[in-house]
């Protein structure tokens, strides 16, 4: 006698991986049912007991903090009823949302897998389908038990804090510059060599402040000037791009400063990849000068999974030594 298939619930959320265009390939928008979108998956049904809803049906854009603060609480009240999770959402912002996941979701749970396609249903070559039935391997294997959430794409495994969309248009958008993939898929076997440490720990998404605080991100260019005003209103604290190592041109400096008297500022490398200095350079606007004046580092994460850190730290409530000791505890 066979044993029950595992379960799994696809959870989509729009993005190209739903989209369809028009009779000449034009005007794609997300709007295949989570039925439709399985239908092109031959297969499926006999690796998983496949269950579907429909989560939202956005261009990943449009996706918002609180529904990754929802979809992370959705996880935890569904975890019992089934052995893994498959996200389907866009790609453009799927770097932010499974890292979000990734801070609201410890490893306890049933594996998340978060996938997308960078071809929509109606092109040559459309990679959702590949996509889709690899993440559902993934998220049933035994290997991403205990992993936290994971991305699958183009058939590598990647971990949420280093993965990255380094392409615009190609079928392997998603890289992790630092660290690599740690693992891929090969017919129905899932491989994943190298085991993550260091996570940090997570944030309970039923503690965290709706709608969470708006903080900016600045990204500093070739004679950037000093911050004005407008660029920080509104905001609870602050996330900057800056040079290489942890640079800043020195006319920058003074406004900095003044911005991180009133709120957190982080800086975060514009470099793409990489950890930043702590103790190598001492010029005015180096990472020295701006850790003396009580700037945060971001150590190896790029602004942008930076920033998400630094909304649901603010969210829980994290005053500015807790958000500098959960930003020192992973690399
Ligand atoms: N615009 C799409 C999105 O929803 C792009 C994609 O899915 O690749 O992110």
Redesign the pocket.
Known sequence: MHSPLPRVLVLTL????A?VPDAKGHHAV?RLSPAELMASVPGAAEVADVRLESFRQ????DLSITDMIELAQLVGRRADEVDGFVIT?????LEETSYALDLLLDENGPPVVVT???RNAGLPGADGPANILAAIRVAVSREARGLGPLVVFADEIHLPRFVRKIHSSSVAAFSSPNAGPVGWVTEERVRIPLLARDRGPTLQPDAVRVPPPAVGIVKLGLGSGPLLPEHTAGFEGLVVEVFGGGHVPSSVVQSLAEVNDRIPVVMATRTGAGELYRSTYAFPGSEQDLLDRGMISAGALDGAKARLLLVLLLASGAGRADISARFAAAP
């Open positions: 729009g993005g190209t991986i989209s997300p956005y261009p990943s854009g959402q866009g790609t453009d912002t997308g396609a960078m």
